[in-house]
């Protein structure tokens, strides 16, 4: 099967002004002096948390940590299995964290992870996602900041790859498969 990229779903200037709710969003919760520890998800939540981070306010204690999971091999459907190849450099204990992940699907990924890093007792865990496919859930997730909800349908660009390809890009567009 091969695939080619679609029409865009979301464009890069909309990608922005939800990015900027967002943090706003984020930064009025979370108060500016507390402290948060914002974990991004490796590959695809990088591009988003960059963006995310850089629109928090200059005085809000933020650190960075990621995390590199795996639920997908080089197929566009679940495999279910959650493997860790890169754990955070620095303890959540005691922490207020924010996960910040480029989709939610089936959920799977997210709620694996939600419960490894709640055994590390951090002081509060949000969660944040740029999509949401909510049509595909086979878990609940509670999402606490979430950009968009879209369709059953594959999605790449900005930091989301088909088979590695087309994280690059800097509008979401959907895949068509041949
Ligand atoms: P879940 O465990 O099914 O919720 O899957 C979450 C992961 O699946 C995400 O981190 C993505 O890597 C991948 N994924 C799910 N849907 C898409 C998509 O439309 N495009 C690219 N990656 C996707």
Not at 59 to 81: E, I, L
Not at 143 to 170: E, N, Q, S, T
Request: charged share 30%.
């Amino acid at each position: 099967m091969s695939y080619k990229l679609g029409e865009v779903i979301l464009s890069r200037e909309t990608i922005a002004r939800r990015v900027r709710e967002m943090a706003e969003e984020i930064a009025n919760d979370n108060g500016r002096d507390k402290g948060l520890v914002v974990v991004g998800i490796l590959t695809g939540a990088a591009f988003f948390l960059t963006d995310l981070v850089r629109e928090m306010p200059e005085d809000m204690d933020v650190r960075v940590d990621f995390m590199s999971v795996a639920s997908y091999g080089d197929s566009t459907t679940s495999s279910g299995v959650v493997r860790i190849f890169h754990d955070l450099k620095s303890s959540i204990e005691g922490k207020n964290v924010l996960v910040v992940e480029d989709i939610v699907d089936s959920g799977l990924t997210l709620s694996h992870l939600i419960d490894l890093l709640n055994g590390r007792n951090p002081a509060s865990l949000k969660v944040c996602v740029l999509l949401d496919k909510y049509e595909r859930r086979k878990t609940e997730v509670k999402v606490d900041y979430c950009g968009f909800r879209i369709p059953d349908k594959f999605v790449v660009g900005y930091g989301l790859d088909c088979a590695g390809m087309w994280r690059h890009l800097k509008d979401i567009k959907y895949v068509i498969e041949e």
